[in-house]
């Protein structure tokens, strides 16, 4: 437990502060953990509670939701965590050094069901490229949808992404949780009768010259 007469500082980091200060500085030494779109900040909260050795970092584009999470994170005296208001391209491209994250987790972001929103979507080939960039060798990626379309492009992007290892292939994905909390909105949607897709991927070592 985190020693309560040790006050908190503040959880919100800028993105430029990241940049101009240096990663380590700000979020602290690694492992590092990455949420992206951490939405009510259930699951980071957990997971920073359990594993207080690892840092965590989420990502959100909504400034409430930021503001909201930053004041849960003070409240629960939680030390490992830091968030930062930014679209998460934008993180991914400018603000995280090379090698980077340990673990990444993407939990159900926005499907845009129609067609002509479909580049909306936040895993695109660009994105997963930046991503296999600031992933540690080795370094897991967790990403669930609920939307079967989604799961669909999801697959497909990720089955021709290099260095990502499928760890349920020949299975594109499982419908097992893994082995984390579940969200306030995993359980309304299950409860609905949905179905979540969950994919998990190894980022490879780059192979010896």
């Known amino acids: 437990m985190p020693d309560s007469s040790e006050p908190v500082l503040t959880p919100i980091v800028g993105a430029e502060q990241l940049r ?5 500085a700000c979020v602290g030494p690694p492992p590092v953990v990455l949420e992206i779109g951490f939405g009510r900040a ?19 584009v909504s400034r409430k939701r930021v503001e909201k999470s930053g004041r849960r994170v003070t409240a629960r005296s939680l030390r490992n965590v830091k968030l930062v208001h930014t679209p998460a391209e934008y993180l991914l491209e400018r603000v ?10 993407i939990n159900c ?11 909306r979507r936040l895993v695109q080939p660009e994105f997963v490229e930046q991503l296999s960039r600031v992933l540690e060798p080795h370094a897991t990626l967790h990403i669930s949808t609920d939307h079967q379309g989604y799961a669909e492009w999801i697959h497909g992007v990720m089955s021709k992404a290099p260095g990502f290892r499928n760890l349920h292939a020949p299975a594109p ?8 909390p579940e ?9 609905e009768g949905r179905s979540i897709a969950y994919f998990d991927y190894v980022r490879e070592a780059e192979a010896e010259p």
């Open 20 to 24: 101009t200060r240096g990663f380590e």
């Open 42 to 60: 259930e699951l980071i909260l957990e997971l920073a509670a359990a594993y207080p050795e690892r840092r965590f970092l989420g990502v959100e």
């Open 96 to 105: 995280l050094p090379e090698a980077s994250i340990a673990e990444c987790w």
């Open 109 to 119: 972001p926005d499907p845009w069901p129609k067609k002509r929103h479909h580049r």
């Open 173 to 180: 994905r499982s419908e097992t949780r893994p082995p984390r």
């Open 183 to 191: 969200t306030a909105y995993e359980a309304e949607w299950i409860a």
